[in-house]
């Protein structure tokens, strides 16, 4: 018999831009592009799963713009040191410093513009190449979020954190600007900074936003992005940042990740399959289904030999039992092998089901009927009473009157074990759950277990398909989740999402197997859930 597996701004004051920014070597224009696509297509991303946007408005960096304006303005004219851009004035007392220390003066200012550079992550080289760009970034992210006078504090505490030995020794600083980037980053925002300086720069604003993207890894104390560590993922692991996360795959916190990555050798925000994916290596057998390592709530699946986002279908790997049930030929038969409803602590025979039991038992039987079909069900169980109580409320919430609910032995929990006693020892060890989906997906425990193909086969075949002469178009066989995940793990080719041992998912209540039986004696599988998802 065929088996086959179914998962269905400035004004004229700053007239002069050129002079209070410097002049570049090269200046390009134009803007740089926004984040690099990930390799996993069209993926709709949760709002909270990336970075703490920025949503307020921007005014970077229109003070910092005001503040030179009135620094040139009040100058002395008698001073030799002379402020034309920011880097000027956040190193003007690391001059002083240098000058105390009788380094002479082209010297020191020298000195004080490139460690203040530096502190921003600017070599000479990039500065002598692109300080329009270099200067715009600097102030944008002096300025950040800041009101003008707090603008205007930041200055005087970082310039006064230079005078002494030329490095900025606030890390909670530099967090706060690391983090205010990311969120433009994120829904690149720099847009709105490129706006603002505009008039600045007569309509050709240089390209800053890389000054910008590269001084986030600086301040989070990431190492360089290179060729070395391309396609690495990290995350922030600083306290102080509003993107903190305990460990890489703790997300309760933060979900944000950034990847190395492997064209511009810039690190960036990873995308969502690029950080849940990072680390999987080929997967262990086709369509494997595997968690997001950060995005709890994605699935991956591995198909032709790569990963790729599974649809909700395939992740959960079940289908609506009554969905099936809706779509089903006028010439099929169906037996449907489903685990009892929710039970209470007694799992011995005399256990019931729980009020919530009762009542998912009873919405399954409504929502077949609300489905418009006619026919009586046939009703098999294990001869327990929590899956004769689950079959008698389906019965009652789909209205059928006068039914019966018939003993099946086959429906026993017990039915793939060969050795009770053997069975029961690993049990005791190792747990149910291990164990049975241990003996379902990898064969272990054989000299406890049948052979789960011919097990598996006499169940469909000798036991169910055999009887449905004597029974109705439509089967209901109430059991156990000991049977139901080794039948699972047999109709679908060892792909059903229960494998407890390794991925800590079991079967739900009220999920299980559809057995469709078409005219011709063919067989096809479907996994099907009767609550809103087959796992637990």
């Given at each position: ?9 400035l ?7 050129l002079?209070l ?26 709002p ?16 910092t ?7 040139i303005?009040?100058?002395d004219?008698a001073?030799s040191?002379?402020v034309?851009?920011?880097v000027d004035l ?18 020191a200012?020298?000195r ?9 992550g ?6 002598a ?6 200067l715009?970034?600097?102030a944008?992210m ?7 006078e707090?603008?205007?504090?930041f ?18 600083g ?15 925002r720099?847009n ?11 309509g ?38 509003a ?6 795959e ?13 064209n ?5 925000i ?8 990072v ?10 289904i595997r968690?997001?390592?950060v ?5 991956y ?5 790569a ?7 395939e992740?959960?790997?079940f ?5 099936v ?23 011995g ?11 998912y038992?009873?919405?399954?039987g409504?929502?077949?009927a ?17 899956t ?19 003993v099946?032995?086959?429906?026993d ?8 006693a ?8 190792n747990g ?6 241990r003996?379902?997906?990898t064969?272990a ?6 052979d ?7 169940l ?5 398909v055999?009887?449905?002469?004597q029974?109705?178009r ?5 059991t156990?989740?000991?049977?139901v ?25 009220l999920?299980g ?9 063919s ?8 609550l ?5």
């Amino acid at each position: 018999m065929r088996k086959k597996w179914c998962v269905e701004c400035l004004g004229a004051a700053l007239a002069a831009a050129l002079f209070l920014f410097g002049c570049s070597a090269e200046n390009n224009g134009g803007v740089v592009n926004g984040g690099e696509t990930a390799n996993e297509g069209s993926v709709a991303v949760k709002p909270d799963t990336q970075a703490v946007q920025v949503l307020e408005p921007i005014y970077a960096p229109l003070y910092t713009f005001e503040i030179l304006e009135e620094r040139i303005a009040a100058a002395d004219s008698a001073d030799s040191v002379k402020v034309a851009h920011i880097v000027d004035l956040l190193a003007r007392p690391r001059v002083d410093q240098h000058l105390m220390n009788h380094v002479p003066l082209d010297s020191a200012v020298e000195r004080a513009k490139y460690e203040t550079l530096a502190a921003f992550g600017v070599d000479s080289l990039q500065y002598a190449m692109d300080s329009n760009a270099v200067l715009l970034a600097i102030a944008a992210m002096v300025q950040n979020r800041a009101s003008k006078e707090e603008t205007l504090n930041f200055i005087r505490t970082l310039g006064e954190d230079l005078k002494g030995d030329g490095v900025w020794s606030d890390p909670n600083g530099k967090i706060k600007i690391a983090d205010w980037i990311v969120g433009l980053d994120s829904n690149w925002r720099y847009n709105d900074i490129r706006n603002n300086a505009m008039a600045a720069y007569g309509g050709n604003v240089p390209n800053f936003e890389k000054y910008m993207r590269a001084f986030f890894p600086l301040a989070y104390s990431f190492v360089p992005c290179s060729a070395a560590n391309a396609g690495q993922v990290t995350y922030v692991n600083q306290g102080q940042s509003a993107i903190f996360a305990n460990d890489y795959e703790t997300s309760d916190h933060s979900a944000v990740r950034f990847i190395c990555d492997v064209n511009g050798f810039q690190w960036r925000i990873a995308q969502p399959m690029e950080k849940d994916t990072v680390g999987f290596g080929p997967g262990e057998y086709d369509r494997e289904i595997r968690e997001g390592r950060v995005i709890h709530d994605n699935y991956y699946i591995y198909d032709a030999g790569a990963w790729r986002l599974a649809t909700p279908q395939e992740a959960d790997g079940f289908t609506d039992l009554v969905e099936v049930y809706a779509n089903l030929k006028a010439d099929e038969k169906v037996i449907f092998v489903i685990r009892h409803s929710e039970r209470t602590n007694d799992t011995g025979p005399n256990g019931h089901l729980t009020d919530n039991g009762v009542k998912y038992a009873k919405n399954l039987g409504k929502r077949l009927a609300d489905a418009g079909k006619k026919g009586n069900f046939y009703y098999g169980y294990s001869g327990y009473t929590r899956t004769k109580e689950t079959c008698e409320n389906i019965a009652v919430g789909y209205g059928q009157a006068g039914y019966a609910v018939n003993v099946v032995p086959a429906m026993d929990g017990a039915w793939y074990v060969k050795d009770d006693a053997k069975a029961s020892g690993y049990v005791d060890a190792n747990g149910g759950w291990e164990v049975y989906s241990r003996y379902a997906f990898t064969g272990a425990y054989a000299d406890a277990f049948y052979d789960l193909e011919d097990r598996s086969v006499q169940l469909i075949e000798g036991e169910l398909v055999a009887s449905l002469p004597q029974m109705e178009r439509v089967n209901f066989m109430c059991t156990h989740d000991y049977l139901v995940v080794p039948l699972l793990a047999y109709v679908t080719d060892g792909h059903a999402n229960v494998r407890f041992y390794e991925k800590w998912k079991w079967v739900n209540y009220l999920a299980g197997a559809a057995i469709i039986v078409s005219p011709d004696g063919s067989l096809r599988y479907i996994p099907v859930k009767g609550l809103e998802t087959g796992v637990m």
